[in-house]
Structure formats: C-alpha cells, structure tokens
C-alpha cells in the first residue's frame, strides 16, 4: 500500500469518525430533550396526582389507595363470623299492635273437620303497612263575616295555603330527596309505585322550595345558636352550581349543624356566620379562613396525617410518628386524670415541651421541612383543648357533617342555581342538626308545614 493510498484511507476513517460522532451527538440530544419532556410529564402528574394523595385529602377524594404489603395475608387468615369471646345479640321482641289467629278447618291429608285447636303458639313478627291508596280530599272552607267587619276563611292544619299536595306528601319529597338522597326521576317513580300518584320533576322542585321556606324561619335561628356556640366545628369543600365551584361550608356543634354554599372560600364567610366578634373556639385545620378569628384549635388528625405522609416514603421517620401519636394519647390520657384549672395548665406546659422536642428533631430533617413548618405555624393552638372543657382536638364532628352532602354531590353532579343550593342546605341542616338533638326529620318538618 503506497503512502498515498495509505493517507487517504485515514482521511476516509476520520470523516467517517466524524460522521458518527455527529449523529451520536444528535441522537444523545434528541434523548435529552424526550428525557426532559418525559420528567415534565411526571411532574405534571405529581402535581395532579397530589391533589389525591396527600395528609389532608377527604376520603371522598382518595381515589388511588395503597395496600399494604400484608394486608391480604391478614384477610387471609382472619376467619369469618364474630371474634373469639364475643357474646352474641337477639333483636328484641316488640309488643304487638295487633294479633291474628293462623288456624285450619280440614286435615290437609284426610281433609276431616278439625274442631278447636288443641293449643296455640305465639310468633311475633314485625312488618308494614301496604301502600295505602292516595287521599283525595275535599276540603269545605266555611267563611264567617264578623260583627266586628272581619271577613275570615276556616283554616285546617292539613290544608295547605297554597298548592294542590298535602303536608303528608310534601314531607314524604323532602324526606326522600334529603335523607334518601333520591334525584327528583327517582322519587317520581317510587311515588307512583307506593300511591299511584304521578308529579313531574318540576313540580318536585317546587315542592321540596316550598318545604324548605317552611322551616326557613328555625334554619334562621340555627344560625343565631351557632354563633353563640362555645365551639365550632368548621370544614369546607368545592360543590358545583351551574357547572362553576361554589364552596359548600359547614358549621357544627354537638346540637346543631348549618351548611350554606357561597362563591368564595374566604374568610368573609366566617365572619358572616360567626361574627367578626366571635367568643368562642374554632376547631378547625390549617386553613388560612380560620386564623386570626378568636380562639382557635387546630386538628391533630391532620397534624398526625401529615407526618404518616413522609413515613410513608421514608420509614425512618416511623419512630417520630410514634412520638407524635404517643403525646396524643398521653394528653388525653393525662386530662381524663386531672380536672382542675391548675392541672390543665401544667399538661398544657408539658404537652408545648413534648411538641418542641418533636419540632427541633423535625427542623433537623430536610424531608420534614412541610411537617415542621405545619407544626410550628400551628403553634401553640394545638393545645387549646388542653386549657377548654369540651373542646375537641380533631376536627372529625365537621368532617363527618359534610358527608352526607358529598354523597348528594356524588349523585347529582351540580346544582343548578343558587335558590336550588340555599333549599338544600337549609333543608340539609334542619334535618342534620333534628337527628343530632334526637328528634324525628320527618315529624319536625311535617309540623313546620303545618304550622
């Protein structure tokens, strides 16, 4: 090979080299740029995904829910039926309202005449009535010209003062659309099955906004109990109206529970329910409405499901949580020991220590960054209930409350207007706030009717 030839094969090689470092070069940034886009991608569904999973989403919105790695071993061997030890129930037996005799003539075999039977047995069952066919009743309204010059039309308390449905009816609609949760097709066909009546969706609606003008007058004063409550319950979650998120606001005591819907969820609808004066203690989370209103006790579920978060992807934080749930129990534990003023505040000392001790190992953790920041900006409301009676340190009581209407949210989807949000809601805490005092929904609503 001549040394010409010789050179131009390495000229050759060399073009060739780099030709391939050119196309590898293209080709690893081709993959950087797709590399990027994939990490923009996983942090858009982070995002998105956080909205599912994180310490103070609502069970309504868990949707992805790990499963422990054990827990199909221990459905496994849990064995069906009550546990080892655990006495067992009968319902019990009513009186009877009524006795009817089961008896035969014949001998179903040889059919002879039977005569008086020689002994009887008792069986008490309980059942209902069948659907009774639907009342049309007449009324004749007298009407009296007093001496006085007053002309006055008779009244009747099942004689309503406007519209063709009686109270009875009236109440059996609010009762299946608040407490049955039922869209308005539903309680249509089960009105016709049960009485044979046929009312059209519209005329549905009207009922149920003439039933909740009713008992317009004790939601009124609901809301007047629950401003001079000692404590207050508060939560708040989206509910759409004509297709736009409102904020559906609860506001709960152990006697009474109000919802109203607004457009905001700022702190002016505290101030609106509540008072810009208000005396007594919110429970409520970390949200920013509640703070700078009075008292305020902040939920340690929160507290504590916050810092579940970070051990769940991080197990050496598990012991800290243990701290943390551990000074929850002995706080209550220590309360339920002491009853005095003086008591009170030295567990409240005590428990401002334990809360520092887990601040300071929290602060020395770049992974608990959010848990520490959430600790300390609740600082030292934690403790309220330490220092109040019958406050409570979680924030389940409005948590709870708003459940049946996330359920109703569920069904329905949206409501259509704000007069069709204000009949649910009132109709909503007057039958919310009846089962928390022990009383029947449906007796109070007939007699609002009535009245």
């Excluded at 050759?12 to 293209?26: G, N, T, V």
């Excluded at 700078?292 to 810092?307: D, F, K, S």
């Amino acid at each position: 090979m001549g040394e010409e030839e010789y050179l131009h094969q390495i000229a050759q090689l060399r073009h060739e080299m780099h030709q391939m470092r050119k196309q590898h070069e293209e080709e690893v940034l081709e993959l950087k740029k797709q590399l990027l886009a994939a990490h923009r991608e996983i942090e858009q569904l982070k995002h998105r995904l956080a909205a599912y999973e994180n310490a103070h989403t609502p069970p309504s919105k868990q949707r992805f829910k790990e499963q422990k790695e054990d827990d199909t071993d221990e459905e496994e061997e849990k064995k069906r039926g009550r546990p080892p030890g655990h006495e067992g129930s009968t319902r019990e037996t009513p009186e009877p309202t009524e006795s009817i005799d089961a008896t035969e003539e014949k001998c179903p075999d040889c059919h002879r005449a039977l005569g008086e039977p020689d002994f009887f047995e008792t069986k008490t069952i309980e059942e209902i009535p069948a659907p009774a066919p639907l009342r049309i009743i007449q009324f004749r309204i007298a009407h009296y010209n007093c001496k006085c010059g007053r002309h006055i039309a008779a009244s009747h308390p099942d004689l309503p003062k406007a519209g063709r449905f009686g109270p009875q009816l009236q109440t059996e609609i609010a009762e299946m659309k608040v407490e049955d949760r039922l869209p308005f097709r539903k309680i249509r066909a089960a009105l016709s099955r049960k009485y044979g009546v046929s009312i059209s969706p519209a005329t549905l609606l009207e009922i149920e906004g003439k039933v909740a003008t009713a008992v317009a007058p004790e939601y009124e004063k609901l809301k007047t109990r629950i401003r001079l409550a000692k404590s207050v319950h508060c939560d708040e979650t989206t509910f759409r109206i004509d297709g736009e998120d409102w904020w559906l606001w609860v506001f709960a005591t152990d006697s009474g529970i109000l919802f109203v819907m607004r457009r905001t969820r700022s702190g002016s609808v505290v101030d609106e329910i509540l008072g810009k004066d208000f005396g007594g203690i919110i429970v409520a989370d970390g949200f920013s409405a509640y703070q700078n209103r009075g008292l305020l006790q902040r939920c340690w579920a929160h507290l504590i499901r916050e810092l579940e978060e970070v051990a769940k992807e991080f197990a050496i934080f598990k012991p800290l949580l243990l701290g943390l749930r551990k000074t929850f129990h002995d706080l209550k534990t220590k309360l339920a020991l002491s009853s005095s003023q003086a008591g009170r505040r030295a567990i409240f000392q005590w428990g401002m220590e334990e809360l520092g001790i887990l601040l300071d190992a929290a602060k020395a953790h770049p992974q608990l960054k959010k848990f520490s920041t959430y600790l300390e900006n609740g600082m030292p409301h934690w403790l309220t209930f330490v220092l109040h009676p019958g406050v409570e340190p979680t924030n389940n009581r409005a948590e709870q409350a708003l459940r049946e209407l996330i359920v109703i949210r569920k069904i329905i989807g949206t409501l259509r207007c704000q007069k069709g949000a204000d009949t649910q809601t009132t109709l909503s805490s007057m039958c919310a706030t009846w089962h928390a005092q022990g009383r029947n929904s449906r007796e109070e609503l007939l007699a609002a009717l009535r009245t």
